[in-house]
Structures are given as C-alpha cells and as structure tokens.
C-alpha cells in the first residue's frame, strides 16, 4: 500500500510537470519564449511544483476517489508574444491535457497489444503502466474543464465573440467556486468520463 501510493505519487507529479513542459513548448514554438527564459522547459520538479495544486490535492484526490485531480505551477506565458493571435492561446492550452492524453495512449497500448501477465515482475509492470495510464486520463479530463484557470476555458474563450466578455469575467470571477463545487459533487461524472477512455484505449485490461 505504501509503495504503491509512494508510485502514484510520483506518476502525479511528473505527470503534472509535463503537462506544464508542454503548454511552455508549444507557446516557444508559437513565438513566445516566457517559459524558455524562466527556466520551465525543465523536467525538474522544484521548478513546477505548486503545494496545494501538485501535492496535496493529486494525493487527497487519489486516495479518497482513485482520481488524481491536479494541477503545477502555471508556465508564464505571454499570449501577445504568439504569432497566431486568434488560436495561439487555444493551442498552447490544449497542449497540456493533449500531453497527459498521448501518455496515456502510449502507455495503454502498450498493455493493450503486449499484455504480459505471466511473471510476477511483468504483471507488475502492467500494474504501473495502468496507473500512469489512469492518472494521466483523470488529469488531461480535468484540466480540460472549461472553467479558469483550468485549460479548458482558455480553449472556450477563444472561440467566443468580443461580445461575451462579460460572461468571461464572470468566469473568472467565480472560477474557483465552481472547480471546488465539481470536485465536491462532480467526481463520478469525471471518472465515468475518463473510466470511458481508458476502456477505449485498453481495451477488456482497461478496469483499476
């Protein structure tokens, strides 16, 4: 039990560093080098690390709902600096959760086309893939949330009109009330969500 909270942890950690390595890259591959220059492109976890967002909520989440919800320390990023001013934000948000999905996809069918379940260290191994798959499932579904700060609601801004600013404010004016209400109340849904994907991935290996 122990170590397979301690493996959980670190799974949730770097999983959450490459979700923000990736929003970092593509907004330097867009034209914006904020990230570049603060030293976030980097897989070293004291750079990404947000106690609340990346510690003790990812941890709290696993162990009471086997749901991983997280988040890092936001890359700085300038969306002025983006060539592409009217869908560079958009891709630069999608980039995190569009990482956390590929690993999981990765990783899945790994288990899915090469299931090894006969020897106890490889069982394992498709133990811990399954969680790296899990996680970073739970992780991509959430952030992609359209309610700030997550992901999400970057992506659906961009697609509104000038005139719906005022929603926007209200938005992110009430974000956090909202994200502390879907985690309180709207867990289930998230994991029937990602339990959905990871079906579609794994295939019949895809149950925790």
Same mark, same amino acid.
């Given at each position: 039990?122990?170590?397979?909270? @301690? ?5 949730? @950690? ?19 080098? $904020? ?6 492109? $980097? ?95 739970? @992780? ?51 994991? @029937? ?16």
């Amino acid at each position: 039990m122990v170590l397979d909270s @301690l493996f959980s942890i670190i799974i949730i @950690l770097f999983s959450v560093v490459i979700h923000e390595i990736s929003h970092g890259a593509v907004a330097n591959s867009l034209g914006d080098p $904020t990230a570049r220059l603060s030293g976030r492109l $980097t897989l070293n976890p004291v750079k990404h690390i947000d106690p609340l967002g990346s510690i003790i909520v990812p941890v709290v989440s696993y162990l009471m709902f086997r749901a991983p919800f997280g988040w890092a320390k936001p890359v700085p990023i300038n969306p002025y600096n983006l060539r592409d001013q009217k869908w560079g934000v958009a891709k630069v948000a999608v980039a995190g959760s569009g990482a956390n999905l590929l690993i999981a996809l990765f990783f899945g069918l790994l288990i899915r086309f090469f299931p090894v379940v006969s020897n106890d260290f490889f069982s394992g191994m498709n133990a811990f893939f399954l969680k790296v798959v899990w996680i970073n499932i739970v @992780l991509g579904v959430f952030n992609l949330i359209p309610i700030p700060p997550f992901d999400g609601s970057k992506i659906l801004f961009s697609f509104l009109p000038p005139a719906a600013n005022a929603f926007k404010d209200f938005m992110e004016r009430y974000g956090m009330v909202m994200v502390l209400f879907i985690i309180f109340f709207g867990v289930d849904f998230i994991i @029937l969500i990602s339990s959905f994907i990871l079906r579609i991935i794994v295939g019949p290996l895809g149950h925790l």
